[in-house]
């Protein structure tokens, strides 16, 4: 089914599929974290610390047993914040307990795509043979953010249901960007677009990772990721209050992702250097540099 982005499609699924009280596990940290639905919705949202290789499957059993969760929301490939990935292992794992305990897992799968080496890592739905993963996808991160063109994948009962709920809020998705969407998608400068992505993104993560290493090594610390548009970040002093830091930065004309709007760790910040100019990311990684400074006495 089509949507606008991939955020009402999980607007859609938490409407129609899920009802006040319910319970759902959201990764830590996560996009999800953020999205006010899956409070004004009144689900009960428990967390699932994000490891290196993804969540801990066990602690999705854990979590069923006090809790009893209807609905799973993950990021498994280059994931936001993190940029780590869910190793298959664990998706096997996660695929079995959920077939088991009957969890629908929801799969947000804007990134896989844009891996570095252009490797494709089998996604959860391509490995459900339960019919439990409804995967959600966009061509906003990967063409432009104004082509509200997203989907939800997943078994033919559900589909005509959100279809359902979504005519109630629109009736049906505008024609032109469609259009537009399947043009581009069959045009043969489509892969060509995809394989300058990668190599751009890379050459920004590079010089993302340089910057700080030259400006911050020993006062910063984060996870290299192989895709995604997201470099996750640990501030190594517990002092730094983050609210003052960006307040700082923002004088600077430098702006980042709190932690605390991600999850529920305020020690960590998220650059997205996506769309920024290649060449400004030094600069910017310099201000942003002179702002943690001003925040440290030692420095």
């Keep these: 089914m089509i949507t606008s982005g991939a955020q009402q499609a999980i607007h859609l699924i938490i409407r129609g599929l899920l009802k ?24 009960n949202t428990h967390l699932l610390p994000v490891q290196n290789e993804g969540i801990d499957p066990d602690q999705i059993i854990a979590l069923h047993k006090r809790h009893r969760l209807k609905m ?8 936001n914040p993190t940029g780590t990935t869910l190793d298959l292992e664990r998706r096997r794992r996660i695929l079995e307990i959920c077939s088991k305990f009957g969890i629908a897992i929801v799969e947000d799968d804007p990134y896989s795509i844009i891996g570095y080496d252009g490797a494709i890592i089998d996604s959860m ?28 994948l997943g078994p033919q009962t559900v589909i005509n249901h959100l279809a359902d709920v979504k005519q109630q809020f629109d009736f049906s998705h505008p024609n032109l960007p469609q259009l537009i969407a399947a043009k581009l998608l069959s045009s043969k400068h489509f892969d060509e677009h995809i394989r300058h992505l990668r190599e751009g993104l890379k050459i920004k993560r590079d010089l993302t990772v340089q910057s700080l290493e030259n400006e911050l090594k020993g006062i910063i610390s984060f996870f290299v990721p192989e895709g995604g548009i997201h470099l996750w970040c640990k501030l190594n002093d517990e002092e730094i209050d983050e609210n003052l830091l960006f307040k700082e930065s923002l004088k600077r004309g430098v702006v980042f992702a709190p932690g605390s709007t991600l999850g529920s760790d305020d020690k960590y910040i998220r650059f997205t250097y996506g769309r920024v100019e290649t060449k400004s990311i030094p600069e910017g990684i310099r201000r942003f540099a002179q702002s943690l400074k001003s925040l440290i006495p030692t420095c």
């Design 20 to 43: 006040p009280g319910d319970a759902v596990a959201i990764e830590d940290p996560s996009y999800a974290f953020s999205l006010p639905i899956f409070h004004s919705e009144g689900l």
């Design 125 to 152: 739905k391509s490995m459900d043979k339960e019919g439990v993963v409804l995967y959600v996808s966009s061509l906003t991160k990967i063409i432009a953010s104004g082509l509200r063109i997203g989907w939800i």
């Design 72 to 79: 799973l929301f993950l990021n498994p490939t280059y994931q």
